[in-house]
């Protein structure tokens, strides 16, 4: 089964697909910002053998729309829930990489009652305020020159060295997606995205947990991981080897396995 569509959300018409099985419980995967619902390909096909996989392409991203900014982090939350809701879906497993990982924060505090789990890849609980110029900078560049002069960097960011050295093919429809981001969606989340504060919230977060962080991530570390698994109840947290920001495409299987044995878990 494979179904595309347009949801209503506040401001914006949010695009998304569903595949897998119809009746099996619901996976919702958010990307990472400068990337798209297709970040997921290299391991929804596992995924769907067992659930019903939703992804869908954020506010500012991909086919969704792409309102004036700045966005806020809490409406940007609000767009998951009116999307399940377009939907007709009453709980999900929520998946989310980077930014997914911050808005599935948000959920797990405010709206815990809509998820069977929550899985935070690659993903910070706080912005310090010195990262602020930096995203200034990114930001600037992005409407002044366009995404394409971001790409390198970004690329060399998401991915060990030695996968960047050896030329991946897997890279290839990332760099696409990253060149290709509406400047605009960028800046909007780029803006709430250095607001982002929840550390001293973790703790309201109740529904089973599991929190994943490549090794050799230089944005969200394992530092950053390790503070949001030591904040919530339970949770639990996998370090993947040989991997940095997009884990889920520089290891698949591992990335894979981790949710599944998690999700299998929880469900029985």
Known sequence: MLNRQYIQVDGARLYCRSEGLHDAPVILLHHSLASTSRGWDSIVPKLAEHYHVVRFDARGHGRSDVPEGPYDLAHLAEDVIRLIDGLEINRVHYVGLSMGGMIGQILGIDHGDRLRSLTLASTTSEMPPEAGPMWDERIAHARNSGMEVLVDDTVKRWFTADFVAAHDPAILPIAEMISETPPEGFAGWGEAIKQLDLTGRLG?????????????????????????????????????????????????????AALMDFLSEIST
């Open 204 to 256: 309201e977060i109740k529904v089973p947990t599991l929190v994943l962080v490549g090794r050799d991530d230089p944005g969200t570390t394992v530092a950053a991981a390790e503070r949001i698994h030591g904040r919530i109840p339970g949770s639990r947290l996998q370090i993947i080897e040989n991997a940095s920001h997009q884990a889920p495409v520089e290891q698949p299987e591992v990335f894979t």
